[in-house]
């Protein structure tokens, strides 16, 4: 299997549940970082990179 930019979404959100399930505590942290990064995706900040 191929792993593409549209298995991305999928991905993080098998690990990110995994990692609330064992620390609830993350919870916030996770939410968070997953926000900020789908905002800077959102403006276009990662197209320098080439993907």
Do not use: D, E, Q, S
Request: glycine share 8%; no cysteine.
């Amino acid at each position: 299997m191929t792993i593409t930019a549209a298995h991305l979404p999928a991905i993080v959100a098998l690990i990110a549940g995994i990692l609330i399930l064992v620390m609830p505590r993350l919870l916030n942290f996770i939410v968070a970082i997953y926000l900020i990064f789908i905002g800077l995706t959102g403006l276009g900040v990662f197209r320098i990179f080439k993907f």
